[in-house]
């Protein structure tokens, strides 16, 4: 059954251990975000802090809810072990369903109640993430809900909210992103206010599809129902028009006001640089805060591979390419998005009927919407198993071409957080982007294409059988 709020999911996590609650008092200033960071590198179960320190009793604070594959297969309901491979496809087929949420009168997120001049969301344990942001951060594993002005889509998202004062968030919203486009597109030229609601905590599913490529125009809340196989249970604001999920842990009701601006950042990001740089963002105003009695404030700590943003796409954004390639009739076997690479390459295993087949399939995907700012790609034969990193490795080591496997397009777009980008080529978006093509070439004759040596490939099955059931008795 899909989990009603994040405490069940907690629950679950614990039976897994894949969770650790930390009685010790925690500092919200660095040290929680050093916990995670580190418990993210090394692989640890989920540091969840019961006492934060200059807060009271109750008020705890959760990083990396789903900072692994594991973890992400505890959230859709399937066995803690399903492989990366079979969580894409369960992706796909559940994202095919649409399930409508329901509205609900009540629920716990209504617990507490604070408008106009209560706010003070200095309240909550808002923690200073990494060395060198540009303050505390009050979004970073949320959603950020809002309704269009032409339509009656509302859109689910996840931007960064840097906390300004006790009731102004910054909110980075670019303008290719969803949020982005319908404010400074539709809501700004007709000088409109817009209003936006912050989640925290919600049920997991809720904040995997807020972060996942979903298309404009189409509710992630809808798709989060499909995925659980149940509906989102929703609940209206108090200040705002807008329904939230009734079993969140704490919910900011706000309104962003037209062509009003506030620096902001940097913050360290999830390619593992801080690379964003202080500039102009808009400003959400809070209106009123709503919180479950001892609130858990999620967050997350970004970096160095591997964390929330890697994994999302590792499922996400590898399902969506390999149903567009699956779309246009290519013979494509698989497609991850290695999480050690930052989600920035997806690697795509295909069968080469036909020449140039590499850049079909890297054409197809830099057409879709998350694709677009993917700058590099690699492909490989139906052989190499894209989801063992060191296969990818020696594939792309001894089959691409150093000048005539690896071909680059100049003067693409680009993406803000690529570390290799300059300050004028992050603000207007320039990049380029290349694939690498590391299958064997359509036209050379069977016999000059090299065998791969492996246990599998290089020893007669008898062999291979007889040395597999000694291989105990040799100590192994």
């Not at 993210?40 to 900072?67: H, I, S, W």
């Not at 894409?88 to 716990?108: F, L, M, N």
């Not at 999830?270 to 105003?285: C, E």
Request: aromatic share 10%; with cysteine.
């Amino acid at each position: 059954m899909p989990f009603k709020d994040l405490r069940e999911f907690i629950a679950n996590l614990e039976k897994e251990k894949e969770v650790l609650r930390i009685e010790e008092e925690v500092d919200w200033n660095l040290e929680a975000g050093a916990m995670i960071r580190r418990s993210n590198e090394a692989g640890l179960p989920v540091p969840f802090f019961q006492k934060v320190k200059d807060y009271p009793k109750g008020y705890r604070l959760m990083g990396g809810p789903l900072t692994n594959h594991r973890r992400v297969a505890i959230a859709m309901d399937l066995d803690a072990n399903t492989p990366p491979k079979e969580l894409i496809e369960e992706y796909i087929r559940r994202t095919k369903r649409s399930i409508k949420p329901v509205q609900v009168k009540d629920g716990p997120c209504k617990e507490n109640i604070y408008i106009g001049d209560e706010v003070d969301l200095l309240k909550f344990p808002v923690p200073l993430v990494h060395e060198g942001d540009g303050g505390r951060f009050f979004g970073t594993w949320h959603l950020d809900i809002n309704k269009d002005l032409d339509s009656d889509w509302v859109n689910w998202g996840m931007h960064r909210h840097m906390l300004h004062n006790k009731n102004t968030l910054g909110i980075e919203s670019s303008p290719h992103t969803h949020i982005g486009q319908v404010f400074t597109q539709k809501y700004e030229p007709r000088k409109k206010t817009m209003e936006i609601a912050i989640v925290i905590g919600a049920e997991p599913i809720c904040h995997f599809c807020a972060e996942s490529p979903i298309p404009f125009g189409v509710s992630e809340v809808d798709v989060a129902g499909g995925i659980r196989g149940e509906p989102v249970e929703l609940i209206k604001c108090e200040t705002i028009d807008l329904l939230v999920p009734a079993t969140a842990e704490i919910v900011i009701e706000g309104e962003m006001r037209p062509f009003e601006r506030m620096v902001e950042g940097p913050f360290g990001e999830y390619t593992g640089y801080s690379v964003s740089r202080v500039r102009p963002a808009p400003v959400v105003h809070v209106k009123a805060v709503t919180h479950r009695k001892d609130p858990i404030f999620t967050m997350t700590c970004v970096g160095m591979p591997i964390d929330e943003c890697g994994i999302n796409k590792s499922i996400a954004f590898a399902g969506s390419f390999l149903e567009a390639l699956r779309a246009r009739g290519l013979p494509v076997t698989a497609v991850s998005e290695p999480p050690e690479l930052c989600g920035n390459v997806p690697v795509v295993a295909v069968k080469t009927t036909s020449a140039n087949i590499a850049s079909e399939v890297a054409h197809v995907i830099w057409a879709t919407q998350k694709g677009r700012i993917q700058p590099l790609i690699i492909i490989v034969d139906e052989n190499v198993d894209v989801f063992n990193i060191k296969e990818v490795f020696h594939a792309l080591a001894t089959k691409c071409h150093p000048y005539k496997g690896i071909v680059k397009l100049e003067h693409e777009v680009g993406s803000i957080y690529l570390p290799w980008s300059n300050e004028y080529e992050q603000k207007y978006r320039i990049g380029g982007k290349a694939y690498f093509d590391c299958t064997w070439p359509v036209h050379w004759d069977p016999k000059d294409v090299p065998k791969r040596i492996s246990f599998e490939e290089s020893y007669p099955m008898e062999v291979q059988k007889k040395v597999l059931e000694k291989w105990r008795k040799y100590g192994y």
